[in-house]
Structure formats: structure tokens, C-alpha cells
């Protein structure tokens, strides 16, 4: 399995604001998934971007994805105070685990 | 649809004590998944259930950790005996192809 590196560690940001996270891993993969983790809860599935593609959209969220610089990046628009959590990219190979890095903490500010 | 359930959401022991988590995937889930997740820290996979056999534990400390998944549904997380080290949040998720589902958590606190 591979652990993908999420940066910055940290992101504080004011309301209104756009949040960029960035996500590299190692070796190949099928999928990449982004995760997000409000405090003292549990995780929760934002988006599965393919090897094959290059760009996802839901809602405010925009994710990219690189495979030749082997990389990933989550765009939040317009970001929301509700929006303060941590955030978790997970590059998927076949047959490996899902493991999860240390995260981004996302502070916004209202 | 009803999540990932977890009992209990916290809890306190001493060490040497011994505690038990128990999760309820989603219904039809083939997949089950525990993970630890230490204060500050990302969640690490302790174990993965494909229906009820084990498809990976290789980092489950198995001399005082062990987890059953029988009849493919629910699951226990059993540690016996805690140490101070393990006091963490245990997540349990399950997922039927990509995306994985978690609950909410079990806090252990070890003293």
C-alpha cells in the first residue's frame, strides 16, 4: 500500500475564500479519493478521481489530478466556516489498502 | 440508508483492563474495516474483513489485539490487555466497491 502526503499541514483561511490542498504519492494508481474529517467525528467520502481522469467536480469541490507528476490537488470555493475540518487524500492501488496520511487541518474563519 | 454504527462512543479503563468496540456496517457491505486513529494523526488500518474472512491484519498487534466478523455482518475489536498506547479513536467503515463509509468513532481513553 501507499500513503499519500497531504500539504500544507495546516490551512487557515477567511470565509469567502478559496482552500487549495495538495496531495503526492509514489507509485501508481487506480484511484485517488479525498476525505474529509469534522472534529470527534468520523470520515467522510468527498470524491474518487481515476487514474484515467483529469479533473472532478462536485458541488464547491474541484479535484485534479496529475499521474505523470504524481499528484492531487482539492479546490474548495467559496469556503465556508462549515467547512473547517481535516482533510485526507488516499491514493488506491489494486489489491492494496486505503491508507490515509496525517492530513490537512482547515481553519476557516468567519 | 442507516450508516456505520459503533457502541460504545467512549471509553474509559485502566490499563491491563481489557474493552470490546462493535460496529455494524451497512447492510449488503462486503467490506469491513477497522482503523486507529491517534490524536493528531491520520487513521491506520489495524484490519480489513472481506464478508468474514481477513484479508489483511498485518498491522493488527495481534498479542493483544483480535477482531471476528462472524456471519459476514457485524464485528467486534477486542484489546486485551490495554496499555497506555492505545488510547485512540477506532473506526470502523465498510464499502461495497470504492468509496469507504465510516461511523463515528469509539474513543478509548487507557489511565
Known amino acids: 500500500s501507499q500513503q499519500g502526503e497531504e500539504d500544507p499541514q495546516a490551512l487557515s483561511i477567511q470565509e469567502g475564500e478559496n482552500a487549495t490542498m495538495n496531495c503526492s504519492y509514489k507509485?501508481?494508481?487506480?484511484?485517488l479519493q479525498w476525505y474529509r474529517q469534522n472534529s470527534g467525528r468520523g470520515l467522510v467520502h468527498l470524491i474518487l478521481?481515476?487514474?484515467?481522469?483529469r479533473e472532478k467536480h462536485s458541488g464547491r469541490l474541484r479535484v485534479t489530478l496529475d499521474t505523470s507528476k504524481k499528484s492531487s490537488s482539492l479546490l474548495i470555493t467559496a469556503s465556508r466556516a462549515a467547512d473547517t475540518a481535516s482533510y485526507f487524500c488516499?491514493?488506491?492501488?489494486?489489491?492494496?489498502?486505503?491508507?490515509f496520511g496525517e492530513g490537512t487541518q482547515l481553519t476557516v474563519n468567519p | 440508508e442507516a450508516g456505520v454504527a459503533q457502541s460504545p462512543r467512549y471509553k474509559i479503563i485502566e490499563k491491563r483492563q481489557s474493552v470490546a468496540f462493535w460496529c455494524n456496517p451497512i447492510s449488503g457491505h462486503a467490506t469491513l474495516y477497522w482503523y486507529q486513529q491517534i490524536l493528531g494523526q491520520g487513521p491506520k488500518l489495524l484490519i480489513q474483513?472481506?464478508?468474514?474472512?481477513?484479508?489483511?491484519d498485518s498491522q493488527l498487534p495481534k498479542d493483544r489485539f483480535s477482531a471476528e466478523r462472524l456471519k459476514g455482518v457485524d464485528s467486534t475489536l477486542k484489546i486485551q490487555p490495554a496499555k497506555l498506547e492505545d488510547s485512540a479513536v477506532y473506526l470502523c467503515?465498510?464499502?461495497?466497491?470504492?468509496?469507504?463509509?465510516f461511523g463515528e468513532g469509539s474513543r478509548l481513553t487507557v489511565l
Open positions: 474483513f472481506q464478508n468474514n474472512g481477513v484479508v489483511d
Open positions: 507509485t501508481s494508481i487506480n484511484n
Open positions: 488516499a491514493p488506491k492501488t489494486s489489491g492494496s489498502r486505503l491508507t
Open positions: 467503515a465498510s464499502s461495497a466497491s470504492g468509496e469507504l463509509f
Open positions: 478521481i481515476r487514474s484515467n481522469e
